[in-house]
């Protein structure tokens, strides 16, 4: 099971900035996720968030000082650390920033990041601070000295801040920071691989207001472009038109219908290593697209409609020397209703794919949730039902394994 964070021991340090209203979400989607939280708070940190609220999210008692009494030996800047597979400052003030660069151990949090074993415990910083701040030499000088000593810094936001300014220094989202301590945490299996991957549906126009399209929602290709991300890949989106934000490093390129998600895909794939096809690609358009809306005229007559064959966009690179000399690895997916195996089987064959991942589509589409099963030439292998992230990663595992298997 590749749960990225269960059984993860985090320390969320929050320093002092209005973004801690973001920590508190960031905790509670942590803890969702299944890993453990210790919170410790500065003094500053306080001013804008309680620890009672924090306490609440995590579960867990908060750290706010350094001569806390809980402690048998009074040493939370020592017990706190150890267990902890990474410290998270989120928000990092520029206070912070300079504080570490310094070597400060003068309040707690400070004195555990200083007092943290460097080579089994990584520092990560979620700075938080206005533009100004932000772009101030002295926060630069600070950010390349305290990396250079070993801190990742995971970087900022663009644009309106509190403080009423709009630029760089926002504190990362709550989602895009769970997608960096994911990348963090996940080995880099396809580290030198460019992946291309379509996903959503697409739109047919039949006039400037009506289409033909589907209910993919694109949550499985996503999924995949994320967690591909993660494990160290440069990842392309090609995606028809959903609702989901880009995953953190991912390039995007939307697009409507198949046709356009063919030209898409045919200029970006030359400098892909792996093409994975999620998208619910519409089978037909219409013959004819109307310039104009298509006027219901009282009579009871309805429009006749033609329609013609969509181009198959993962059948045209799979039969492409790319693919057949071995350069591009190939991975279709197959959204039926019954006869899963067989099916599936059959669609690998026929579009000559490698690998094929089948779902049952109607259980599938629009949820958070999906089962897959895995054809290739060795037969199948079933990644039994779990979140479209989990599987995802279950999925770049599985191609991953399968590359360096083809390697010489
Ligand atoms: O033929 P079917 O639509 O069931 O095949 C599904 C697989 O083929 C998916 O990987 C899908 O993304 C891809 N496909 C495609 N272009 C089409 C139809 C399907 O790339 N026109």
Partial sequence: MNDVFAGKHLVLGLSGGVACYKSAMLCRLLVQAGATVQVVMTEAAEQFMTAVTMQALSGRAVYTSQWDVREPNNMP?????????????????????ARLVQGRS???????????????????????????????????????????????????????????????????????????????????????????????????????VRGITNLSSGKMGFAIARAAREAGAQVTLVAGPVHLPTPRGVTRVDVQSARQMQTAVQSLVAGASIFIATAAVADWRPAEFSDQKIKKDGSGDVPA????????????????????????????FAAESHDLLKHASAKRLRKSVPLLVGNIGPATFGKDDNALLLIDDQGSKELPHASKDVLARQLVDEIAQRLSAKRP
Avoid at 80 to 96: G, K, M, N, T, V
Avoid at 114 to 135: I, K, T
Avoid at 317 to 329: E, T
Wanted: hydrophobic share 45%; net charge negative.
């Fill in 77 to 97: 800047h020592i017990n706190l650390s150890r267990d902890a597979d990474a410290i998270l400052i989120a928000p990092c003030s520029a206070d912070f920033i």
């Fill in 106 to 208: 003068d309040e707690l949090l400070s004195l555990m990041c200083l007092a943290r074993p460097m080579e089994s415990v990584p520092l990560l910083l979620a700075p938080a601070m206005n533009r100004e701040m932000w772009a101030h030499p002295a926060t630069q000088r600070n950010l390349a000295q305290v990396q250079a000593d070993g801190a990742q810094v995971l970087g900022v936001g663009n644009g309106s801040q509190a403080c009423g300014e709009t630029g760089d220094g926002r504190m990362l989202e709550p989602e895009e920071i769970m997608e960096e301590l994911a990348a963090h945490f996940t080995a880099k299996s396809l580290q030198g691989q460019h992946l291309l991957v379509t996903a959503g549906p697409t739109f047919e126009a039949i006039d400037p």
């Fill in 305 to 332: 409609m033609d329609f013609v064959e969509n181009p198959d966009i993962l059948a045209g690179v799979a039969q492409s020397d790319q693919a057949r000399s071995g350069k591009l690895y190939c991975v279709g």
